[in-house]
């Protein structure tokens, strides 16, 4: 939630006007399942116009496919009462290659990509040209409460082996949770999983590329995955991991930064520790989960959507998405800020941002959701060395058009 003292600070910064007349253009802003408070930024970033626009924000799907079909139905028709999206990282290359976004101007190009993580840039980028805003980076941290990391005889001052943190949890009888927030939490673990074992999971582009799960690097990630659920330490990635996680036998959560401010975890915030994501051997490689801020091409007012992405995409709202949501900003100095320092309680994200994983980008993406889902879930039937050549067979039909 926005705090009083840092929405005075962000209207402060970002100036005062008057309320919108039926006048001034409208930008409808689509906005995903993201834990910040949309509408407080919307309004700040709206008096910072004084008058040249007014930001109006629309709710999406809390499902990730179920988001992409409603972009893609209304982008296919040209629906021009959407002026700003909310864009998961998952679907850039999609809606790029769909001519679906508005690039960046080139006036625009470096002021928005300044300073900005190598994965948020190159997931807003599609054919060289960057046709989105990086604006969060959502890095997955390994969440401990209290004491239990030690009493596990686990060390979280540095980064914990995917075995030694399966062993501590069934040892001392806690659960370890892994968030599943929009439905696409499987791909993202194995995704992290395949590339800490130094695979990718898909690598190239369009119908030309390669699925690389039947592989040393997929079979690891299928061990882990097998290792997790024969030792009962959950359920593998679930929408009510958070819940679980408060629970009297909830131990170690795998979620991202931003899962601290969720009010499900309200009663245990001040006990939750952070640690680096664990390791696949001696890499730690974390899922990155980014939002990027696109026009679409049937935007009505490409001046005045950009014009707001610009101040969605200012040090104080930054500063906002990581002091009061918990998000990763995209903007890696942010990290750095001493009002952000203070108050971002995962600082270990900072280096997960620079060495962490985006969803591949690739165009196919949400096919291959479908696909892990139906080959990885459930995680009692994942095996080492039969899922990944399951898994291989129904990613590589989705990337080359074929039915399954």
Not at 60 to 78: C, E, F, I, N, S
Not at 263 to 292: E, F, H, K
Not at 309 to 337: E, F, I, N
Request: net charge negative; hydrophobic share 45%.
């Amino acid at each position: 939630m926005v705090t009083t003292g840092v929405l005075t600070t962000l209207l402060a910064a970002c100036g005062s006007g008057p309320d919108a007349s039926p006048d001034v253009p409208v930008v409808s802003w689509y906005v995903g399942p993201d834990r910040l408070d949309a509408a407080v930024l919307a309004d700040a970033c709206t008096q910072q116009a004084a008058g040249q626009y007014a930001i109006e924000v629309e709710q999406m799907p809390t499902d990730v496919l179920a988001r992409h079909d409603l972009l893609v139905r209304r982008l296919l028709a040209k629906d021009d009462s959407m002026g700003l999206l909310s864009l998961d990282s998952a679907f850039t290359t999609a809606f790029g290659a769909a001519g679906f976004l508005t690039p960046v101007p080139d006036d625009q190009v470096a002021a928005l990509g300044e300073g900005v993580a190598p994965a948020a840039l190159a997931a807003a980028t599609y054919g060289g040209r960057l046709v989105a805003a990086p604006w969060f980076l959502d890095p997955q941290v390994l969440w401990y409460r209290g004491n239990v990391a030690e009493r596990a005889g686990l060390d979280a001052t540095g980064p914990i082996s995917w075995d030694d943190l399966i062993a501590g949890a069934q040892r001392v009888g806690v659960t370890i949770q892994i968030e599943d927030r929009d439905g696409s939490g499987m791909a993202e673990w194995v995704n992290a999983l395949v590339a800490g074992a130094g695979g990718s999971l898909v690598s190239g582009t369009g119908r030309d590329a390669e699925a690389g799960l039947d592989s040393d690097a997929g079979r690891t990630a299928g061990s882990i995955v097998e290792y997790y659920d024969e030792s009962g330490v959950g359920p593998g990635p679930s929408a009510d991991a958070l819940a679980a996680f408060a629970r009297s036998d909830g131990g170690f959560l795998l979620a991202s930064t931003s899962a601290v401010s969720d009010p499900a975890l309200a009663a245990i915030q001040a006990d939750m520790v952070a640690a680096p994501y664990p390791l696949v051997g001696n890499t730690s490689v974390a899922p990155l989960a980014g939002v990027a801020l696109a026009v679409p091409a049937s935007a009505p007012h490409r001046e005045e959507s950009f014009a707001a992405l610009t101040c969605l995409t200012s040090a104080p709202v930054l500063q906002q998405l990581m002091t009061g949501a918990q998000h990763g900003a995209s903007r890696v100095a942010t990290y750095d800020d001493p009002a952000v320092a203070g108050a971002f309680r995962a600082a270990v994200g900072r280096d997960a941002v620079l060495t962490g994983v985006t969803v591949p980008a690739t165009p196919f993406w949400a096919g291959v959701v479908d696909a892990i889902d139906e080959t990885w879930l459930p995680v009692a039937d994942v095996t080492q060395s039969a899922t990944s050549e399951e898994s291989q067979a129904e990613v590589e039909a989705v990337l080359r058009g074929r039915l399954r």
